[in-house]
């Protein structure tokens, strides 16, 4: 009955889904979006720093240094994590481009320069003379107006989490366009003799010019705002994304996927991580100007109440198998832990094995939906602070969880929790599983 149950979710199910995962546009959007991580993740530890005087005594001089110098601390952050849709739709159009195996270089910079070209930027006229006559012995006024830019200025909203979206479809487009005109060849052809990187530049020219005068056309001559358009539409989806029913659908595939030996983090972060991102960067921005967190949950939150030791929450499993008796559980479960504590699962994924294995399925299942539960009410009754940063998930829950809520200590401490109550979830399933294994041992041992 289980073999068949397990055989009917894998064909219709898992098995759609994983190829899902491997569309290339898709893939296109996960590796641009993981291939910013890195900046997102240094980008908010300066968040982290400037806002140190929150949890350090005022009468440090290093926290008044600190408070001193936030802007400047800031300005890391406002050049990275901020505009940090200006690096991913790059990627995104770097992969999509080798997906089809087109020059990876050119189509990173035609999804680049379609993004830009649907941002307009403004003009600033400088002060007229009577502003100025105004000004005149008026020291205050004076450097006001001189510290005011004049000339073009670019919405710098429009390049972070705001631009997301538009920015996918733009690298989608851009890079279509060059495929198009590479397959057709609808295109400047170099001679042979001609060395490849000149040649590959003018046969990047076609798209290029397609590209902006298709852009500037919709944009900036006909004066469609996509911007506005594109997150009206999706703007109910970001919002639902941050649901608890969300939250717990998202976390059980996560598993489900994990069960048949499929990269659950993968098919579902694919799906799920540019609206992550942007809850994130809602509210680091709101958290770098001092107003309310907005959101509940981006990825931090799954890293590090629901993830802790990996997916399936399995720090509580290495945990378990510490009490077991039979002599592979006990050499697992030491072998395992120390991966764990930084987030490694892959041992215990496929050591235990998790991997159809019907006794852990449960626990599997259930550690980290209902530690998604606890953590949803304990933040949602502000006993502890929203996540603001994307702190390194190699690092040990505690230590992620503390930097990750923006210094807040009660963050650690929910993380400390939801390791005991996960470890109580797989406990009895690890004794029942840990029975199975000494059985088998003892009848190894009978037989020799």
Known sequence: MFDKFTVFLDEKLSTPMAKLSEQKHLRAVR??????????????????????????????????????????????????????????????GYSLAKSYELDGLSGG????????????????????????????????????????????????????????????????????????????????????????????SFEAMTPTAIVILLFATVTMWLEVDVHSIINSI????????????????????????????????????????????????????????????PNMAPEPFYQWYMYIG???????????????????????????????LFNINEPLIFGTPIVLNPTLLIPFLLAPMINAVVAWFATSLGLVNRMVALAPWTLPGPIGAFLATGNDWRGALLNIFLIILATLIYYPFVMMYDRQLLAEEHEELHEN
Do not use: C
């Not at 408070?67 to 505009?83: C, E, G, H, V």
């Not at 720090?315 to 002599?327: C, D, E, P, R, T």
């Open 31 to 92: 590796d641009g979006i993981v291939a910013t991580l890195p900046i997102i993740i240094v980008a908010s530890m300066f968040l982290v720093i400037a806002f140190l005087p929150n949890s350090l005594p005022e009468s440090w001089g290093f926290t008044q240094f600190l408070a001193d110098n936030q802007f400047k601390i800031l300005l890391p952050y406002r050049m990275s994590m901020y505009i940090m849709t200006l690096y991913a739709v790059f990627g995104i």
């Open 109 to 200: 910079i035609l999804a680049e320069l379609a993004y830009l070209l649907t941002i307009i930027p403004a003009i600033i006229p400088g002060a007229s003379e009577g502003v100025m006559e105004l000004a005149t012995g008026n020291a205050e006024l004076t450097t006001f107006i001189e510290a005011v830019p004049t000339g073009f200025v670019i919405p710098m909203a429009n390049l972070g989490s705001g631009g997301m979206f538009i920015g996918i479809l733009s690298a989608f487009i851009a890079v279509e366009i060059y495929r198009f005109t590479e397959r057709s060849g609808f295109k400047i052809s170099m001679p042979e003799q001609v060395p490849a990187s000149i040649a590959r």
């Open 234 to 293: 999706v703007a109910p989806l970001v919002s639902a994304s941050d649901t608890l029913p969300s939250i717990l659908l998202i976390t059980f595939l996560n598993s489900f996927f994990w069960f048949f030996g499929i990269h659950g983090a993968s098919i579902v972060g694919s799906i799920a991580r540019p609206l992550w991102l942007v809850l994130l960067e809602q509210n680091s921005s709101a958290y770098a100007i001092g107003e309310a967190i």
């Open 310 to 340: 990996g997916s399936g929450a399995t720090i509580g499993l290495a945990l378990a198998l510490f009490f077991a008796k039979s002599q592979y559980a006990k050499t697992l479960g030491k072998t395992a832990f120390v991966p764990a």
